[in-house]
């Protein structure tokens, strides 16, 4: 196939595809979209079970939520109906209730109904997979109040609430379809559901593209959704195929073959902007790579002293780990709170001062630095980088202060469970996001005896007591100036400095329009032209 997206390409997709030992549908008369990835992580398609980067896309693309970003997913902190024509939150911030559009029809014909949210919902939490959380820890009831009415009731106030909606494995689905395939909502689907075989070669949702099968390690195919509620897409066809080399992607980039590309390193991705063959789509993820530090006088007393930590933290070339290490493919995270969240300011993020940092060391009582082990995890980490090559970085940032890192690699599951045991006095680490809200940083990592802050030992009773607060308003705006509030503690106690906050290039065919990154569900093909 050797054109770009805007030319009729049903007989040279059949063509295309033979050549690549890929099934043949007969595609619908239109436009074709070939998408690469490298090595998609795909263990399933059902939308409630899966759980990892690849899927959310192609999920996105079948299956709809209640509510979606802002402004086609540039905006992360405006909200939008999409199932829902409109929604209201009770006072307490424990109660939403969902008024849903009408007409709106699945793939199968039948209409959309509050029954179908409930039992998407409820099976989302009893089939007790890796995503289950999201409603089990969270939903107390869940109730159609009438056919076009939905009722949610949560355990307590969460302000994210909204943002967990966003997910894919809030996805809709035909509760009629998936019933009829085995599918359950009862407390014991995790032991009595078998609709998952059905759902990974076939659609329940309400999307603009049906699902039309799956091959692992080969691709996925979608096609278009002729009676979708808004208007069609004018894409006929998705085509996301598994194509592990980068390199290889390029080329095909380069001479027609794929429109997009997802997989392509820096390098690649400057010689794809030098080539001026197409358009480069950027976007900020919202993982993070950042520096603990245990605050316990027992494991290291040097780093239990504030000082020595906000030394630390000015001791750090961030510009050379974002430039140099990165090739400018992240941006320095201010905190541990993600760019582009609700109350985060880039202008916040911490700057390479060494005197200061010599004066710090100085007044803790350390002005010849000190010895202390590093130990990391011998992984790849977001955005990727090599640990290894980040602490040597680091070890050699804060020797011109006097701070002796001695470097220690760990296997990747015995470093996560020594960090998880608190038993590490420095190291890295990741965090990748489950929703796009700060809520899902501010607690673990500001409130004593959450997953992260637990690692190293922080208690901070009003870091506490403003994450937990701002986590129960509903208000935006009063939300903001605690979350604001709340970095500026965290950058000042320093038992966690972030580092970098990945970016994410797309490499896009002339001709393609409207291909946006979010860090949600990555694409929405929806807006693709």
């Known amino acids: 196939m050797n054109s770009v997206v805007g030319r009729v390409l049903v007989v040279v997709l059949a063509v295309?595809?033979?050549?690549?030992?890929?099934?043949v549908q007969a595609a619908p008369a239109g436009r074709v979209l070939v998408v690469a990835r490298a090595k998609m992580d795909i263990r399933t398609l059902d939308p409630h079970r899966q759980y990892e980067i690849a899927p959310p896309q192609i999920i996105r693309a079948a299956y709809e939520t209640l509510v979606t970003l802002g402004d086609q997913g540039r905006n992360l902190t405006q909200l939008e109906p999409l199932l829902a024509e409109s929604y209201t939150v009770s006072p307490d911030g424990k109660v939403y209730t969902f008024r849903l559009r009408r007409g709106v029809r699945f793939h199968t014909g039948n209409v959309l109904t509050a029954q179908d949210v409930v039992f998407s919902f409820t099976r989302l939490g009893h089939l007790k997979d890796n995503p289950a959380w999201l409603f089990s820890d969270h939903v107390a009831a869940v109730t159609a109040v009438d056919p076009q009415t939905v009722r949610i009731t949560l355990k307590e106030p969460n302000a994210a609430f909204l943002a967990?909606?966003?997910?894919?494995?809030?996805?809709?689905?035909?509760?009629?379809?998936?019933?009829?395939?085995?599918?359950?909502?009862?407390?014991?689907?995790?032991?009595?559901?078998?609709?998952?075989?059905?759902?990974?070669?076939?659609?329940?949702?309400?999307?603009?593209?049906?699902?039309?099968?799956?091959?692992?390690?080969?691709?996925?195919?979608?096609?278009?959704?002729?009676?979708?509620?808004?208007?069609?897409?004018?894409?006929?066809?998705?085509?996301?195929?598994?194509?592990?080399?980068?390199?290889?992607?390029?080329?095909?980039?380069?001479?027609?073959?794929?429109?997009?590309?997802?997989?392509?390193?820096?390098?690649?991705?400057?010689?794809?902007?030098?080539?001026?063959?197409?358009?480069?789509?950027?976007?900020?993820?919202?993982?993070?790579?950042y520096l603990a530090m245990t605050t316990n006088l027992q494991i290291s007393s040097a780093l239990a002293d504030r000082r020595v930590r906000q030394a630390i933290a000015a001791a750090i070339d961030y510009a050379g780990i974002v430039q140099g290490l990165m090739r400018g493919a992240a941006i320095q995270i201010p905190s541990i709170i993600p760019v582009g969240l609700l109350g985060t300011d880039p202008g916040l993020a911490p700057k390479r001062d060494l005197a200061r940092a010599k004066a710090l060391m100085a007044e803790a009582g350390y002005p010849n630095g000190f010895p202390v082990k590093m130990v990391y995890p011998t992984t790849v980490l977001v955005g990727g980088l090599a640990a290894e090559t980040l602490v040597t970085k680091l070890q050699a940032d804060l020797a011109q202060i006097g701070v002796r890192l001695q470097?220690?690699?760990?296997?990747?599951?015995?470093?996560?469970?020594?960090?998880?045991?608190?038993?590490?006095?420095?190291?890295?680490?990741?965090?990748?996001?489950?929703?796009?809200?700060?809520?899902?940083?501010?607690?673990?990592?500001?409130?004593?005896?959450?997953?992260?802050?637990?690692?190293?030992?922080?208690?901070?009773?009003?870091?506490?007591?403003?994450?937990?607060?701002?986590?129960?308003?509903t208000d935006p705006a009063r939300r903001a100036q605690l979350y604001l509030e709340l970095q500026r503690i965290l950058i000042a106690d320093a038992a966690f400095v972030g580092l970098i906050q990945p970016k994410v290039n797309l490499a896009v065919a002339p001709g393609v329009r409207g291909v946006v990154y979010n860090p949600v569900y990555f694409v929405d093909y929806y807006f693709i032209r």
């Open 16 to 23: 295309g595809l033979a050549a690549s030992g890929a099934a």
């Open 407 to 473: 470097l220690e690699p760990r296997e990747t599951v015995q470093w996560r469970a020594d960090y998880r045991g608190g038993k590490l006095a420095i190291t890295i680490a990741d965090w990748t996001p489950d929703f796009a809200d700060p809520h899902g940083w501010a607690v673990p990592f500001a409130v004593k005896g959450a997953a992260a802050a637990r690692r190293v030992y922080y208690d901070n009773p009003r870091a506490a007591q403003l994450a937990t607060e701002a986590g129960r308003i």
């Open 164 to 289: 967990m909606l966003v997910s894919p494995n809030f996805a809709v689905v035909d509760s009629k379809a998936v019933r009829a395939r085995g599918g359950t909502d009862a407390p014991n689907a995790d032991k009595a559901d078998r609709a998952t075989d059905w759902l990974d070669q076939n659609s329940a949702g309400t999307g603009p593209f049906i699902l039309r099968g799956w091959k692992r390690g080969v691709e996925v195919v979608l096609e278009r959704n002729a009676q979708y509620w808004r208007a069609p897409s004018p894409v006929a066809r998705i085509v996301v195929r598994d194509i592990p080399d980068p390199a290889t992607q390029l080329e095909q980039v380069e001479r027609g073959d794929v429109h997009i590309a997802q997989s392509l390193d820096a390098d690649l991705i400057a010689r794809f902007r030098r080539s001026g063959r197409g358009q480069v789509v950027e976007g900020n993820t919202l993982d993070m790579t």
